[in-house]
């Protein structure tokens, strides 16, 4: 919908405006930061302590929401990221609450936020297997994993309520959100989910649903009892039993915030960009940080939440502050009891029905992210149908249900999880070694490059279009030095060390009857724009007198057939592909 999209990133809706975007991204989510912790510890039987764990987890999802939007050096994307409590650490932290008890659980919950803020300044050496397919692929799970959670709270009714309250406020809240989002125009449309929850709650309310009684019995202002438990630093046996499934729970989960924060610029921008891993590095340092939080205060981790991907899709408004008024909210509804309780008031049904319809277009981003992917490889396509289709029948308990209920812990239960791993193995399975070549970002290399290309050439039988490779690579190279030389420029006036920025590893490989050339260099470390928009807005007005070199940027589209530049912070990748076809022969 991004040509309908009203407030991108960068803009600035009237504050009223962004407050009340801000209330709905946090009312899309609420029930989720709520009840993952409920679960968690009644199920680990520490019931005595579900208070705290819902206090520390809104607190927690409420800093990590507004770390996103606010974006404070390398931490937070600058995006509007929702933060909810993870539903895949479910089952390991109940776990570590029935063996170890709180301390054990804030321990292991510590122990992973650091390795996730790891996994972020390290992302550019995972950019091999967290690729499209395997992002899109997990995206696209995402409803699959929550839908029959929705549906089940759609059948969920207070004793002595008629058997069509619930129906009723779900079908008015859904007829209301659709209706808005395909019909209204200008701002009522960013209105859509708040309108229904309101006109469903109000049926609810017609019907007797709405807990009016849990909103008297709760407290104006306070912190619940509990108090933060004592970190459990034993390191026993019991520590080192569950060590290992929270860091694999945590790198699954660093999967699906990549895919949430690939998705998110995806839909926050009106005109189409190349994904910024910046800034996707960053969101998974936030979430590191919200997590690191989370342990401290001994409640569960929190995650973004892939509902605020879609809630812009519905909305069309993707401004940062959005994100930053919804952690705001979030963050004096922990200790507000007496508001919380007012959406926790909330039927049911009619918070069922609101994300069900959320959720619905966030399949459809999904999609779109593996279209792409299958555009440049045909492979692709059967990683992400089998992945997805392996997700779905883990979640449904439709493959050997006995045998892998008990394996590790219960994780393949879990289809994001399941349908994510298998993406992963199929990427990892399909690439192919290359050919590599190191040196440094200069001129004086191109020598070794072209010969570099010839012996590559004559290996693989492309002989035929050698001279095109040649040029590619030279125009990269080039292209490469013009966009780092500014930034050069301002780390010597800054005295700042080169820290490694003209390290240069160059592979090369043959994939669908295409030559794959990379390009591996250090990061220049400013916010410089991405080469593959550069390639994209050439022929615009508005950025060709941007463009100082515009006769290299053009030999390179002419000569590649794709040029893909991924930017993390201490590493750009620029990829060539180029045909193998004998342009002679066309």
Not at 241 to 268: E, M, N, Y
Not at 320 to 326: E, H, Q
């Amino acid at each position: 919908m991004k040509e309908v999209l009203r407030y991108e990133v960068e803009d600035r809706p009237r504050r009223v405006l962004t407050f009340g975007l801000g209330m709905q991204l946090m009312a899309l989510g609420i029930n989720g930061v709520v009840l993952m912790p409920t679960i968690v510890f009644r199920a680990g039987g520490a019931e005595d302590l579900v208070f705290w764990a819902v206090f520390a987890s809104v607190l927690a999802c409420g800093v990590a929401t507004m770390l996103q939007g606010m974006r404070v050096g390398r931490i937070g994307a600058g995006y509007a990221i929702p933060h909810v409590s993870s539903a895949i650490f479910i089952a390991v932290c109940a776990e570590a609450l029935i063996q170890g008890g709180p301390g054990l659980l804030a321990t292991l919950v510590v122990i992973s936020a650091l390795a996730q803020i790891a996994f972020s300044a390290r992302l550019s050496l995972l950019h091999r297997v967290l690729t499209p397919v395997v992002t899109g692929t997990v995206v696209m799970l995402l409803p699959v994993t929550v839908m029959p959670i929705l549906f089940d709270m759609l059948n969920e009714l207070p004793p002595g309520a008629p058997a069509v309250a619930g129906p009723l406020s779900a079908g008015v809240t859904v007829v209301a959100i659709v209706g808005i989002a395909l019909r209204a125009k200008g701002t009522l449309r960013l209105w859509a989910p708040g309108i229904g929850i309101v006109a469903g709650s109000l049926v609810g309310a017609y019907f007797g649903i709405y807990d009016t009684g849990r909103i008297a019995d709760a407290g104006w202002i306070g912190v619940p009892a509990g108090g933060v438990p004592a970190p459990d630093i034993g390191f026993g046996p019991t520590f080192w039993a569950l060590l290992p499934a929270f860091l694999f729970v945590a790198l699954v989960g660093t999967t699906k915030s990549v895919a949430v924060a690939v998705a998110i610029q995806r839909v926050s921008w009106r005109r189409s960009r190349a994904v910024d891993f910046r800034a996707v590095q960053r969101a998974v340092a936030a979430e590191g940080a919200g997590n690191l939080l989370a342990g401290f205060a001994g409640t569960m981790p929190n995650t973004p939440n892939g509902n605020g991907v879609a809630a812009i899709e519905v909305t069309g408004g993707a401004a940062r502050g959005v994100a930053v008024a919804a952690g705001l909210v979030f963050a004096v509804l922990a200790f507000v009891p007496k508001a919380l309780a007012l959406i926790l008031a909330i039927p049911a049904a009619v918070v069922g029905a609101t994300i069900a319809v959320v959720m619905a277009t966030l399949f459809t981003v999904g999609m779109r992210e593996v279209a792409r992917s299958i555009a440049t490889n045909p492979r692709n396509g059967l990683i992400a149908g089998v992945s997805f289709w392996t997700g779905l029948a883990f979640e449904f308990d439709m493959i050997f249900p006995a045998e892998f209920e008990a394996f590790a812990g219960g994780l393949l239960s879990n289809g994001l999880t399941t349908g994510g791993l298998v993406a992963l193995l199929l990427t990892g399975l399909t690439a192919r070694r290359k050919r590599r070549l190191t040196g440094t970002l200069d001129v004086a290399e191109l020598p070794r490059i072209r010969q570099f290309i010839q012996t590559f050439s004559a290996r693989h039988g492309l002989t035929a279009v050698v001279d095109r490779l040649e040029a590619a690579s030279e125009e990269a190279l080039l292209t490469l030095l013009e966009s780092r030389d500014e930034a050069d420029e301002m780390a010597e006036a800054e005295e700042t060390p080169d820290d490694g920025r003209r390290q240069l590893l160059l592979t090369a490989g043959v994939e669908e009857d295409e030559a794959v050339l990379e390009f591996r260099v250090g990061a220049a470390g400013g916010d410089e724009l991405n080469l593959q928009d550069r390639l994209a807005w050439l022929d615009a007005e508005t950025r060709a007198a941007d463009v100082e070199h515009e006769i290299s940027l053009r030999l390179l589209r002419h000569l590649a057939s794709s040029v893909r530049h991924q930017q993390f912070h201490d590493m750009d990748i620029l990829t060539l592909r180029v045909s193998a076809a004998d342009p002679g022969g066309s």
